[in-house]
């Protein structure tokens, strides 16, 4: 049976650097403020127009040019958004047909910034079974559109930004790559981080001027009840993956969290005892770009030289649903 693992990596962000003073012009907030919450300095925002299955686009190059694979190679796409171009077709459609792929099956994954990490365990078990050699695997939001840019939505907007990353999960039959994946969702949650409309059980139409009114079209979340959620799920996710795999926390290489917050990321850190150089963060960079923040933080950390060959990469993630989950890997 073959292994799944990484052969290539790429991401891109919107050239658009959107500062914390910039977003004070709109809103009651100041930078001190969003630095201390956050640890976000700044983030990208796109141009009117561009979807995430643009922003795949430049990901995706960089990520084949690094297997040394071209669209040819590639037998399926899996694509993470919980902002979809539109609202159907899926955004891998898009991306097949703007990259030309050949005619291979392409699945948009909708779990928010879980959304990588289930990705990969898809991917996974693909790979595992034979039926495919190499897969796409993009994580790609387009998030500032949902952002309510006035004081009223200011404890969401400040957090939330676009950008792309892409891996490609290819066979091996090496002694390496994917050793599990753990995924978990409790939907008691749904309306801690959400978006409300337009939706189809609103009824015709999917989204009315009241609904606009209330601002039903922006991302809502109680930022307390997901950060308190966050510090227990991100650990106990984290451990069951170590225990899978009989790995303990002293031999992570590195730990890939989702980039939610960095309150969130030091309080992980700190509860699972690991070091600086065990823990990745870019989030001052370019904020929470749900599906995009792990496959972004993986290429980074790839370009600094953070992961050799051989070490234990973690993957671990929570958001919207609640959905939290985790892979390890050896790379
Ligand atoms: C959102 C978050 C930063 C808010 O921080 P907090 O310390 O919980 O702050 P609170 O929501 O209690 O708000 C404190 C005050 O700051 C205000 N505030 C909220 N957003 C603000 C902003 N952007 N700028 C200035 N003030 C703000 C609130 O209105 C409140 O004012 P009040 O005391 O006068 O009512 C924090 O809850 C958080 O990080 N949650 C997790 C979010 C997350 O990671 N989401 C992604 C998950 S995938």
């Not at 078990?125 to 387009?142: C, D, N, P, S, W």
């Not at 091996?172 to 978006?195: C, F």
Request: hydrophobic content about 40%.
């Amino acid at each position: 049976m073959s292994n799944p693992y990484i052969s290539g990596t790429g991401y891109y962000l919107p050239p658009r650097v959107v500062t914390n003073e910039e977003l004070s012009n709109f809103m009651d907030t100041s930078n001190e403020w969003i630095l201390e919450r956050t640890g976000i300095e700044e983030r990208r925002y796109v141009e009117s127009g561009v979807g995430p299955s643009d922003l795949a686009i430049p990901a995706t190059e960089q990520a084949l040019l690094a297997a040394g694979l071209t669209v040819k190679d590639i037998d399926f796409i899996i694509f993470a958004t919980s902002t979809p171009d539109y609202y159907a077709p899926g955004s891998g459609c898009l991306l097949q047909e703007k990259m030309g792929f050949g005619e291979i099956g392409a699945l948009d994954v909708r779990v928010q910034c879980s959304g990588f990490v289930y990705g990969l365990s898809i991917a996974e078990q693909y790979i595992r079974t034979g039926m495919f050699k190499h897969i796409l695997l993009i994580g790609a939001e387009v998030q500032s559109t949902a952002m309510d840019l006035t004081t009223e939505g200011r404890d969401t907007a400040v957090i939330f930004g676009d950008g792309a990353g892409a891996a490609i999960i290819s066979a091996t039959e090496e002694d390496r790559g994917i050793l599990s994946t753990h995924l978990h969702t409790d939907g008691r949650y749904v309306k801690e981080l959400w978006l409300e409309a337009p939706a189809s059980k609103a009824g015709h139409p999917r989204i009315s001027k009241n609904d606009l009114d209330e601002g039903k079209q922006y991302l809502k979340m109680n930022g307390r009840e997901v950060f308190r959620h966050a510090v227990t799920r991100f650990p106990e996710v984290i451990i069951e993956a170590l225990k899978k795999n009989k790995i303990e926390q002293k031999d992570i290489g590195l730990l890939i969290p989702h980039q939610a917050n960095l309150r969130i990321t030091q309080m992980i850190q700190k509860k699972m005892g690991l070091r600086d150089d065990q823990v990745m963060s870019n989030i001052h960079k370019y904020g929470n770009t749900t599906a995009g923040t792990i496959p972004i933080a993986l290429g980074e950390a790839i370009e600094e030289g953070r992961i050799s060959e051989g070490d234990i990469v973690v993957f671990a993630s929570f958001g919207s649903g609640f959905s939290w989950a985790s892979a390890v890997m050896k790379w």
